[in-house]
């Protein structure tokens, strides 16, 4: 079947840019540096090629020698040939190698796991049990930790004897040293355990999940019947699982374990050894994620003493739980907090009430990339400039000698080595791809590892547009920071039709001067077919400071929505756009921004695609939307106002909803439930749902959705008439056949 599409006759040529080039072919993909993995003399690194672990120079970029390769490497028992990732034990002389990966959630992994020894090329399986999880060196490089069928062992490397620690773990009831679904997603968490410094004890999480309701999801395999995938699931209000914290002792086989308190409707979002090997830091937060205390646990008995607490009137960012360091003084602690309404660097005494702040300023710091504690030198990464980008910096741990290490405009980041003698900035711009370079101590650059010429030359070839920063004031006098992108050919007497592009969750930030990936190149698409593409950050989003970002706390989505109908409603006056002809599409927090907005801006919005969206907080997991909500029970008019089902009456444009059937996280129930809700009302809507397809969609399930949507917004949006001024007649119009 073919379609019509008319477009504006270019004064010269250009080469189109097709759905297929994007998500099929990755014609525009950007070559990227991935993370290093540095090694312990903080001048080489390691990657892995196909499969082989190669050590290369930083300084240089030559290849030092084939550390391991997985295809002369045999002889181990129901070894495959091949490696999917590995690790280094503290000393470097033996490696963890895992292979045939399962995944279990986002992060979670089951693998078959193997221990290579440098020293005598030996390849050894951790288990015979089959795939294992989690497999982690003791700092002594003797043992291996690792969880099977939700217990905690312990290989012993030297006699080759395997130790179960637990045995009471069983699925969907008690985890022992992994993370059950909720921790894992909302706290960023998979391994369960941590070995102490000296070897002598391992600390591990016990989880008794046996009170947590489930959901069950249909997978479709071609079998007579689908498969039922069924894991435990705390909904906002519900029962979370009992979590527990023991230490186990390596040399006397007891397990004890630390006193967290009376109080089991708690979190712990992070253990953490101390330099002492005799001493644990439990962090303990409670249910409404405003108060953090971190308890001193002694690894012996379990006794422990609260030796840091900080309360947040509205939560505490579990951003900040990372950058917890404790310094080998054994005294001093490095922390971020927003305690003075931005995110600061501080350092905590152990055994002092003593907080001296490091950073001070109306700026965020984003990221605590380490400290060289030789030097006493903190590094890290602010919007000291501008919310919409990003300078790395070093500081003294007194607070002194700040110096710039990457200002060049837009977003730079960095990776420190091992010693921090050398450092790679990455940096890149809204219409500029990655560039990296390595750097000395100094600040001298030795060389640029990759500056993406190719990309940019291909930028340059298909005539993208460059994309522009704006600012505006709302009704309610409120500055909200947004982009644009024209179309190809942009005529300011021509009235063009609007996609808004959203995300606006708590924290997040999507206007800033910073590459957007594949993204970029669908905005270019559209722009090339005569959409002017627009994106605004809310209120609630991030690089603002606390009050900015907090102030939609208990009441998500209210602000949020409120500040885009206002951006639509802006983007309407300006002379060049069509207030009749603007839709918006984001997914999950974006998919719920897309439909409250359609709703409660149907005069505002003519069309909107919402993808895997949240569409009653309800139906959402307990850490993520109590942290901001509280529960229903504490917040009913919260959730009710601030909930798409509530208001399924409202519906005036063309609303396109779209999920995947296996989304473990945003669960095909609210997409359900808002199509029973528009039921009931008799309003109209498109739906295309993707059997197996989890909360981000494979290469091909993205391709078919972004057809999809791309047709959509050509029906409803598109049109086929032009608004003009008359001062100027319209340039020849042509008819291009596009093949479906």
Same mark, same amino acid.
């Given at each position: ?83 999917? %990732? ?46 294992? &999880? ?140 101390? %330099? ?9 937060? *409670? ?69 001296? @702040? ?52 837009? *977003? ?18 809204? *219409? ?54 024209? #179309?190809?050919?942009? @005529? ?13 969750? #708590?924290? %997040? ?14 905005? @270019? ?49 300006? %002379? ?11 997914? &999950? ?23 895997? #969206? ?15 909500? @509280? ?11 601030? &909930? ?53 969609? *494979? &290469? ?41």
């Amino acid at each position: 079947m073919a379609a019509f599409i008319a477009v504006t006759q270019m004064s010269e040529a250009q080469k189109l840019i097709t759905l297929e080039d994007i998500f099929e072919y990755n014609t525009y993909n950007m070559k990227s540096v991935s993370g290093f993995n540095f090694m312990n003399d903080g001048k080489h690194y390691t990657r892995l090629e196909g499969s082989k672990i190669q050590q290369y120079d930083l300084t240089t970029g030559n290849r030092v020698q084939t550390i391991f390769d997985a295809v002369i490497i045999n002889n181990a028992p129901n070894y495959n040939n091949r490696i999917e %990732s590995y690790t280094f034990s503290a000393d470097e002389q033996k490696i963890l190698i895992f292979s045939d990966q399962e995944r279990v959630y986002r992060r979670s992994t089951k693998d078959l796991a193997f221990v290579y020894d440098r020293q005598t090329k030996a390849l050894e399986a951790v288990s015979s049990l089959g795939k294992i &999880s989690l497999a982690t060196f003791n700092p002594q490089a003797d043992k291996v930790a690792f969880v099977f069928e939700n217990n905690l062992y312990i290989k012993d490397l030297a006699s080759d004897k395997i130790l179960q620690i637990t045995n009471d773990g069983k699925k969907n009831a008690i985890i022992n040293g992994g993370m059950d679904w909720v921790y894992e997603e909302e706290f960023a968490l998979t391994t369960g355990f941590q070995w102490s410094p000296d070897g002598q004890h391992l600390a591990f999480y016990r989880f008794d999940e046996s009170e947590v309701k489930e959901y069950t999801m249909d997978l479709y395999h071609n079998d007579l019947y689908p498969e039922y995938k069924t894991f435990k699931y705390p909904k906002v209000g519900e029962k979370n699982s009992i979590v527990t914290i023991h230490i186990y002792d390596i040399n006397s086989g007891k397990i004890i374990k630390a006193d967290t308190g009376n109080d089991t409707d708690i979190y712990i979002p992070r253990i953490r050894w101390t %330099s002492n090997p005799n001493q644990l830091c439990v962090f303990r937060l *409670n249910r409404h994620q405003n108060k953090l205390e971190l308890l001193l646990t002694d690894a012996n008995n379990g006794e422990t003493k609260i030796f840091f607490s900080e309360e947040n009137k509205y939560y505490i960012e579990e951003a900040t739980l990372d950058d917890f360091t404790f310094l080998h003084n054994k005294e001093e602690f490095l922390f971020t907090s927003e305690r003075d309404g931005w995110r600061h660097i501080y350092i905590g005494f152990i055994n002092s009430k003593k907080i001296l @702040q490091i950073t001070k300023g109306n700026w965020e710091v984003s990221n605590l990339y380490g400290i060289d504690e030789k030097n006493g030198i903190i590094f890290y990464q602010a919007a000291e400039k501008s919310p919409l980008e990003r300078q790395v910096y070093a500081i003294g741990l007194d607070g002194k000698n700040k110096k710039v290490l990457a200002d060049t405009k837009g *977003n730079n980041g960095a990776q420190f080595s091992s010693t921090y003698d050398y450092y790679v900035i990455t940096h890149s711009t809204i *219409n500029s791809p990655n560039t990296y370079a390595v750097y000395d101590r100094n600040g001298k650059q030795i060389r640029v590892i990759e500056d993406n010429a190719d990309l940019k030359a291909k930028m340059k070839e298909y005539q993208t547009q460059a994309v522009e920063f704006f600012q505006f004031k709302t009704s309610e006098n409120v500055e909200l920071n947004g982009w644009m992108l024209k #179309p190809r050919g942009f @005529q300011a007497n021509r009235r063009y039709p609007v996609f808004m592009f959203v995300y606006g969750g #708590p924290g %997040s930030q999507q206007v800033t001067d910073a590459w957007k990936g594949n993204n970029y190149w669908y905005f @270019q698409m559209l722009a090339q077919q005569g959409y002017l593409v627009a994106c605004v950050d809310n209120r609630g989003t991030g690089g603002r400071g606390e009050a900015f970002k907090k102030m939609t706390y208990l009441q998500l989505g209210k602000y949020e929505t409120i500040d885009q109908i206002e951006a639509a409603k802006w983007l309407g006056k300006q %002379s060049y756009v069509d207030p009749d002809r603007i839709g918006i599409y984001g997914w &999950s927090y974006g998919g719920y921004m897309a439909s409250l907005c359609i709703l409660r801006g149907n005069d505002t919005f003519r069309a909107a695609v919402a993808g895997a #969206p949240v569409t009653n907080w309800k139906w959402y997991d307990s850490i993520y939307t109590e942290r901001f909500m @509280q529960s229903e029970k504490e917040n009913a008019e919260g959730y009710r106002d601030n &909930s798409p089902v509530n208001f399924a009456d409202r519906l005036k444009g063309d609303l396109l909803l779209v999920h995947g059937l296996a989304d473990d996280n945003v669960h095909f129930q609210h997409t359900a439930e808002m199509a029973n809700a528009l039921i009931k009302a008799g309003k109209q809507f498109d739906t295309y749902f993707y059997p197996n397809q989890a909360h981000g969609f *494979n &290469s091909s399930a993205r391709l078919h959705f972004h057809k999809k949507m791309t047709r959509f917004l050509d029906e409803h949006l598109k049109g086929t008439d032009v608004e003009l001024t008359p001062t100027k007649a319209p340039k020849k119009v042509e008819l291009i056949e596009e093949k479906h």
